[in-house]
């Protein structure tokens, strides 16, 4: 592993290195030995060791994290001292060295996440003692590494790393004083008396006393008899197994449970004898295990780093979990770090004091540090990960915090093991930090997609697909519906058919619940109003980290900041300003029929989402912000190709989301960059002209931006908040607009009987008029029909997205806080519960008079629901009729029959191909 002298196999006798040992059955014996000794390792901690500790910490009045770093720490890295004179005295071997190295990760994670493993209930730890023993194990790092740079070990660098463990024994002996010092610089708000463990109910007040030396006859029936067997069968089995072992430890340590032996000094000998025992123990450990090792042909480094590793800590897994079961979390975990630093202060300084000066007269010791640096980046990594965990867990050990520390250990372990292979060829620091950034991010993955499927996993749904599946989730499912030339929505409604109005899907590490439940859908959108999710509307707003729609009112997640913009919006979208907008209206759409008459010869393709698009934009940019765009006859208008544009980006980041990390694709992103400033500085201009119009007192239309701009109190007027709603405004109410009305031309021209009654109402209301009044609207209710329901089978926006701010329940399952909770009237609005022949074009459907299909609440909503719905939705719906009423008056149609008849999901839903058809103007 680091810093180890010369290979050389050394195995305490002659004839050891046989081809006899290399035998299956000898290698058999040698693994049962193992067993059996480490079995003896676990005794000698649960009968003797950890209840000796108890009664030396008691009566020394030590606080339970300092027991465990000082005593617990010492005794438990008995294999590890012993290990280690036995590799660098005795056999000449890096695996003692190589067994601190590795019982050190050993130590820092996979004991730990033992513990929270098996922790009768969730503990909460005190931050201090973690932090105080991981920065002292940074220390001993740092010193080991200045240590061992010249690849030799002065007498005065081992005096100095055995004075650096005094220093660290002073240290824990003004523990208390430091500690409250330390807590009242970082203010903390809890003490520590106030971080009480959790013990399980049925526990008596008198076993959970901590301080107190109580003898019960319950511990007395625990200690082992010589002459007297269990009942049971696998006790007696067991009592027999390890009758040897027992019988030894009964006649040889004094037995700190029995009231006799439970004072001064008897229990300090139990502490000193079973400590050596455990070295003794581990010595035979070592040998067999460096046997085994050259058997098989395993370097001893490796070695080190797994089995011996495990081996050689088994004192601190076996006390750590008896110690965390009784609720003293703080003591186990202060062990297991208290150990490392025991490992390398004196576990190598020891060591290496004895041969420099003792047996080689002040002669250095020369030592291998060629993989100091890989070794110091394993020990700090360790340190860092385990922080941030308990960090992240809120100083909790609890389950899932053990699960996800495993899965660090198992990682960080097989890629020392691949490197002491040479798996990656010679050692290279920047590959070390790639490999060790990219393991922790899965391991991180895998542990955060563990616990969100745990969370959820009341909840039904669509299953995954093996070890893939458990990572990417539903997204194959997803990608084969877009690929089939199908959009989400349509994937939500086959689940929705399967699993019910409630249910959850999975998209790599996300979990959304997606319902049309209808009381759940006026709880998400109206009681609770759930805020929208910041990660959607983000990219929304800054699209590749560029203010395009920025904090406008379809972007702006901030609840407060949103009602005090809409509030200003409002007056701009009253009804007598729709009402005057009537004129413009006719006059926009009439300048539409104009072009198309043109075009009108039967035989000329129109693509009508295109023109229709030009129109919604020259109407938008009239009766919002008093602009003549004309880009109905000017296809090639800027703004037109600008807004185009600008949601053609947008798309893309939505469906490509590491497109900014690929440099093929950096000359898109600075022109798209390029589009959206421009964009942005055309409506910076137009509001800056408005406002000097209204300082100076110029004329000024009465359209929306007049009447926000009068309505603006505030101070300090922002002009990019302004120019954010401008976008806003441009993008969405022209995209909508365009995308609705070509999806009803479609469906007229799929169904020419909705045509035959939709002529018969407008001649009825309109007769020979080519101008559309307020009035002349309110009259067209088979064209708000045929309009709405084109809605309910086309809405511009599918689905809608919020975040839970709180549990709520739907069919009588719960959900969780912080849960993304997907709703869709698309979804509805084709559920057979909800709509009859739901896939049917049924304008008939939203007539009054239609009791036996009357619309049921929650079901429609294609501009949202609750406070925070479309404020252009009148609007929307006023060209929207006006536009259908006037086009069945004038044209005739045929659609082209040949185009792709389906749906594309871009920013909004759109016609595949446009809605594209031949237009001749009306014969009757």
Request: with cysteine; glycine share 6%; charged share 20%.
């Amino acid at each position: 592993m680091i810093f180890f002298t010369k290979k050389k196999y050394f195995f305490f006798g002659s004839g050891t290195d046989t081809p006899s040992i290399r035998d299956k059955c000898s290698l058999i014996i040698h693994s049962l030995v193992i067993v059996y000794l480490l079995a003896a390792v676990s005794i000698i901690c649960d009968d003797f060791f950890v209840e000796s500790l108890n009664r030396l910490s008691s009566d020394l009045k030590l606080k339970e994290d300092v027991a465990g770093a000082t005593f617990m720490a010492a005794g438990t890295s008995a294999p590890e001292l012993f290990t280690s004179l036995i590799g660098v005295i005795f056999a000449k071997s890096d695996i003692g060295t190589g067994t601190i190295v590795g019982s050190a990760i050993f130590n820092v994670l996979f004991i730990i996440a033992i513990c929270a493993l098996a922790a009768k209930s969730v503990l909460k730890i005190d931050f201090y003692p973690i932090t105080r023993d991981c920065l002292a194990y940074g220390i001993c790092v740092v010193s080991l590494v200045v240590v061992l740079f010249d690849g030799k070990i002065y007498w005065y660098e081992s005096v100095f790393l055995l004075v650096l463990y005094g220093f660290y024994i002073l240290i824990m002996y003004y523990n208390n004083s430091i500690e409250q010092w330390a807590k009242e610089k970082v203010k903390r708000m809890k003490t520590r008396e106030n971080q009480v463990v959790q013990m399980p109910l049925n526990e008596k007040i008198e076993e959970l006393e901590e301080n107190v030396n109580i003898i019960t006859q319950e511990d007395e029936d625990k200690i082992f008899h010589p002459f007297k067997m269990p009942e049971p069968l696998l006790p007696r089995f067991n009592w027999i197994l390890l009758f040897p072992i027992n019988f030894l430890f009964f006649i040889t340590i004094p037995n700190a449970k029995k009231e006799s032996c439970a004072k001064f000094p008897y229990y300090f000998i139990t502490f000193i004898i079973s400590t050596i025992y455990i070295g003794l123990i581990t010595y035979c450990v070592v040998w067999m295990v460096v046997i085994m090792a050259f058997s098989l042909n395993i370097p001893d480094t490796v070695a080190g780093l797994t089995v011996l590793a495990a081996g050689t800590s088994l004192p601190e897994v076996v006390s750590s979990i008896i110690i965390t079961r009784k609720g003293k979390g703080e003591m186990a975990i202060s062990n297991s770090i208290g150990s490392n630093v025991f490992d390398v202060l004196i576990c190598l300084g020891l060591p290496w004091f004895i041969e420099g000066v003792i047996l080689k007269s002040f002669t250095p010791v020369r030592v291998y540090s060629g993989g100091i640096v890989y070794s110091a980046i394993v020990l700090f990594s360790s340190i860092v990960i385990l922080l941030a965990c308990f960090v992240g867990n809120r100083w909790r050990l609890n389950k899932k915090f053990g699960i996800l520390i495993i899965l660090i250990w198992i990682v960080v372990t097989f890629i020392t093991c691949l490197f002491e292979y040479d798996v990656f060829g010679k050692f290279s620091l920047p590959t070390w930090i790639v490999i060790l950034i990219l393991l922790f991010f899965i391991v991180y993955k895998t542990y955060k997609i563990y616990v969100i499927r745990k969370k959820y996993g009341h909840i039904p749904g669509p299953k995954t697909n093996g070890l893939l599946g458990f990572y990417l989730g539903n997204l194959d499912e997803a990608l084969k519906y877009l690929k089939g030339g199908k959009i989400l929505a349509d994937m939500m409604l086959d689940l929705s058919k399967k699993h019910g109005s409630v249910f959850k899907f999975q998209i790599l590490d996300k979990i959304v619940v997606f319902t049309i439940n209808q009381n759940a859908v006026k709880e998400v959108l109206i009681t609770e109003n759930f805020p929208k999710i910041p990660e959607i509307y983000n990219q929304v707003g800054f699209p590749y980290n560029e203010r395009y729609l920025g904090n406008g009112l379809l972007s702006n997640t901030d609840s407060e900041s949103w009602k005090k913009r809409r509030n200003l919006f409002n007056n701009g979208f009253h009804r007598n300003i729709l009402m005057n907008s009537i004129e413009e209206f006719n006059t926009k759409v009439d300048s539409l029929l104009v072009r198309l008459r043109l075009l009108s010869d039967g035989c000329t393709k129109i693509t009508l989402f295109k023109e229709i698009n030009h129109m919604a934009l020259d109407v938008i940019a009239s009766i919002a912000f008093g602009m003549n765009t004309n880009s109905i006859n000017d296809p090639k208008n800027e703004l037109n190709h600008y807004v185009y544009e600008s949601l053609k980006g947008f798309y893309r980041q939505t469906f490509e989301p590491f497109i900014i990390y690929n440099p093929l694709e950096w000359k898109f992103l600075y022109n798209y960059k390029q589009i959206i400033r421009k964009l942005r500085d055309l409506g910076r201009k137009q509001i800056l002209k408005r406002i000097l119009n209204l300082q100076n007192g110029n004329y000024v239309a009465d359209d929306i931006l007049t009447n926000l701009l009068k309505n603006h109190v505030d101070e300090k007027f922002n002009v990019d908040n302004m120019v954010d709603d401008f976008l806003t405004f441009f993008v969405a109410g022209q995209e909508t607009t365009a995308n609705t009305l070509a999806f009803c031309m479609l469906e007229l021209g799929r169904n020419p009987h909705v045509v035959k009654k939709l002529r018969e109402e407008v001649d009825s209301v309109l007769g020979s008029k080519s101008y559309i009044s307020y009035e002349d609207v309110a009259k067209l209710t088979y064209t708000n029909c045929v309009y709405k329901e084109t809605l309910r089978m086309w809405p511009p926006i599918p689905e809608i997205a919020r975040i839970s701010d709180k549990e709520i329940e739907i069919n009588g399952l719960k959900i969780p806080p912080k849960t993304w909770i997907q709703v869709s009237t698309y979804v509805s609005g084709r559920y057979e519960e909800y709509f009859e022949e739901p896939e049917k074009f049924l304008p008939e459907r939203f007539l009054f008079n239609a009791e036996n299909t009357r619309i049921k609440n929650y079901t429609y909503f294609p501009f949202s629901l609750g406070a925070r719905n479309c404020i252009g939705q009148n609007f929307a719906q006023l060209v929207g009729k006006i536009f259908i009423a006037k086009f069945v008056q004038n044209f005739d149609m045929t659609l082209d029959w040949s185009q792709n008849l389906g749906v594309i999901q871009e920013a909004t839903l759109r016609p595949a191909d446009g809605t594209q058809c031949y237009l001749l103007p009306r014969k009757n």
